[in-house]
């Protein structure tokens, strides 16, 4: 059975540069100037990484009180790095988010739950720092791919990781996992065994379906027409059960697209991705005012 990002982690940020760079000029709605402000320490404390504490503000110019959107890379837990998404950051903040993307440590230097700590400590850095460079920390999104995905929604369905921070959930005001992993039951358990080991109690608890209640943010998960093998049962099946238990749900398939492009072409003229994760922020922004 082919498993996602069997082909090779390399391959993968080397198609997302390569895409990066034939977008810039495609951006022809522009309706911001961005400035770009890199490597900001977002944790200092046990464990301090100088490369994996760090993130990038991708900011609109002129606008205060800016709604905030982090953006969280995938990899496999393994690989990756915020300065491959410079043409996701610029987007979004051209349509007036001000964009975070955030590293975090990786695998093999950590083990789960370390991934999500960081995660944690990275929207802790933003809600208490964030209106010092003109955005709303009352109106923070999340955003991830793949690995990034399953961090995001691991974070707003489990509460246990901010309140770590002394934070809520609560604080969030939507999910957006795109080609996420929901559930780890459905692999193999030697499949990631180097990220959460291959105990199955352990691959439950870190699965973000295993924590959906009655009380989480509005979601809106993203998965391609070509995915990779299980994610598109696994972003329905949370769909569902995000649904049944009250909350907000939406769920969309993106035509034509794979693992790769369904990120690798967000910003490109007619994307349906861009245009469905920009929809959801400002749906979410107008029915809160």
Same mark, same amino acid.
Request: net charge negative.
């Given at each position: ?174 999910? @957006?996992?795109?080609? $996420?992993?929901?559930? /780890?039951?459905?692999? &193999?358990? %030697?499949?990631?065994?180097?990220? =959460?080991?291959? +105990? ?59 693992? @790769?492009?369904?990120? $690798?072409?967000?910003? /490109?003229?007619?994307? &349906?991705? %861009?245009?469905?994760?920009?929809? =959801?922020?400002? +749906? ?6």
């Amino acid at each position: 059975m082919r498993i996602f990002l069997s082909l090779g982690l390399t391959a993968l940020l080397f198609a997302l540069i390569t895409l990066s760079e034939t977008r810039l000029n495609a951006q022809d709605q522009t309706q911001y100037s961005v400035d770009w402000l890199p490597n900001i320490i977002y944790y200092q404390g046990p464990g301090y990484d100088d490369v994996e504490h760090r993130l990038d503000l991708y900011r609109p110019i002129g606008l205060e009180k800016a709604p905030v959107l982090l953006f969280i890379h995938g990899g496999s837990w393994r690989e990756g790095d915020k300065s491959i998404y410079t043409y996701l950051g610029r987007t979004f903040a051209s349509q007036g988010f001000l964009t975070v993307i955030a590293n975090y440590r990786l695998t093999p230097q950590v083990q789960h739950p370390v991934h999500v700590q960081d995660v944690a400590r990275a929207f802790s850095w933003i809600y208490a720092n964030i209106s010092q460079y003109s955005g709303d920390p009352n109106k923070i999104f999340m955003m991830g791919h793949s690995a990034g995905g399953h961090l995001v929604a691991l974070l707003a369905l489990d509460e246990r990781y901010l309140q770590a921070e002394g934070l809520a959930t609560t604080l969030i005001r939507g999910v @957006i996992p795109v080609s $996420g992993v929901f559930d /780890l039951t459905q692999f &193999p358990p %030697t499949l990631f065994a180097d990220v =959460f080991t291959s +105990d199955p109690d352990t691959r439950k608890d870190a699965s973000p379906i295993s924590h959906v209640d009655d009380q989480q943010p509005p979601f809106q998960i993203i998965y391609a027409q070509y995915d990779e093998p299980t994610l598109d049962t696994q972003a329905q099946a949370l769909y569902q059960s995000v649904h049944d238990h009250g909350s907000q749900a939406h769920i969309a398939e993106i035509p034509n697209k794979d693992h @790769i492009t369904i990120i $690798g072409h967000i910003g /490109l003229d007619g994307d &349906p991705t %861009t245009a469905a994760i920009v929809k =959801f922020i400002r +749906d979410q922004l107008s029915a809160s005012e």
